[in-house]
């Protein structure tokens, strides 16, 4: 009995420490961030810390760990199934794909803001953790490659140039969400005359990104048809 409460201790101090961690670590990056300051949001000594994670670059890997399985349940994973159907790929499926995928990702960064400013941190830093050797972000890798492939069938199919690569489009689509959140109160400033809420502007904004991407890689030959 009294290891299992040790246990249950421990669990409840190790996700005390993860929760004051990813909201400093939010608030100043990596390299602002103090092991002091972590233990003392959290309500534990610094030395549980080290116990826990080793330091502060085990404690930071454990932060991205959990930021990108935040983002595989609540992003990446349900729109695998609308890629891996089997409709018959056109330009409507497209939209269809540009549209979820980016409400779905500017929902989830909106609702998720510690990963937004996470990422601007470590965009800054050089993404040296983001995109290090962490075993348990492989599954997260191949799901945005999976993501990633349904542009690529279209592209197989004629639909999106040939020029582009699918892969650079794909994470130039997310880039856009990202640096849109990042600078919400910029185009609320400068879209002021004819957007007057913050929701209003979201939903301006998702969809101008889809028309945007989609008018960008549709295959010219097929633009000029449908004209």
Same mark, same amino acid.
């Given at each position: 009995?009294?290891?299992?409460?040790?246990?249950?201790?421990?669990?409840?101090?190790?996700?005390?420490?993860?929760?004051?961690?990813?909201?400093?670590?939010?608030?100043?990056?990596?390299?602002?961030?103090?092991?002091?300051?972590?233990? $003392?949001?959290?309500?534990?000594?610094?030395?549980?810390?080290? !116990?826990?994670?080793?330091?502060?670059?085990?404690?930071?890997?454990?932060? @991205?760990?959990?930021?990108?399985?935040?983002?595989?349940?609540?992003?990446?994973?349900?729109?695998?199934?609308?890629?891996?159907?089997?409709?018959?790929?056109? &330009?409507?499926?497209?939209?269809?794909?540009?549209?979820?995928?980016?409400?779905?990702?500017?929902?989830?960064?909106?609702?998720?803001?510690?990963?937004? !400013?996470?990422?601007?941190?470590?965009?800054?830093?050089?993404?040296?953790?983001?995109?290090?050797?962490?075993?348990?972000?492989?599954?997260?890798? $191949?799901?945005?490659?999976?993501?990633?492939?349904?542009? !690529?069938?279209?592209?197989?199919?004629? @639909?999106?140039?040939?020029?582009?690569?699918?892969?650079?489009?794909?994470?130039?689509?997310? !880039?856009?969400?990202?640096?849109?959140?990042?600078?919400?109160?910029?185009?609320?400033?400068?879209?002021?005359?004819?957007?007057?809420?913050?929701?209003?502007?979201?939903?301006?904004?998702?969809?101008?990104?889809?028309?945007?991407?989609?008018?960008?890689? &549709?295959?010219?030959?097929?633009?000029?048809?449908?004209?």
């Amino acid at each position: 009995m009294g290891k299992v409460i040790r246990e249950r201790d421990a669990e409840v101090a190790r996700e005390a420490i993860l929760e004051a961690a990813e909201e400093v670590f939010a608030r100043v990056g990596f390299a602002g961030a103090r092991i002091d300051a972590i233990g $003392a949001e959290a309500g534990y000594n610094k030395s549980l810390i080290f !116990h826990y994670f080793g330091g502060k670059e085990g404690l930071y890997r454990a932060i @991205i760990v959990r930021l990108k399985k935040r983002m595989m349940d609540g992003y990446l994973e349900p729109l695998t199934a609308f890629v891996q159907s089997s409709d018959e790929m056109s &330009v409507s499926r497209l939209r269809i794909f540009l549209e979820l995928n980016i409400d779905r990702y500017c929902t989830f960064l909106s609702k998720n803001p510690r990963n937004l !400013h996470i990422m601007a941190w470590e965009a800054a830093e050089g993404w040296h953790t983001f995109l290090g050797d962490i075993k348990e972000l492989e599954e997260h890798r $191949a799901c945005m490659i999976c993501l990633g492939s349904f542009l !690529h069938s279209a592209q197989e199919a004629g @639909i999106i140039n040939p020029k582009l690569n699918t892969r650079f489009v794909f994470l130039s689509i997310l !880039h856009l969400c990202v640096m849109y959140l990042l600078n919400l109160p910029r185009y609320e400033w400068f879209l002021s005359e004819t957007l007057t809420s913050q929701p209003e502007t979201l939903a301006f904004a998702r969809q101008q990104i889809v028309e945007l991407i989609l008018h960008g890689i &549709v295959n010219p030959s097929l633009e000029r048809s449908e004209k």
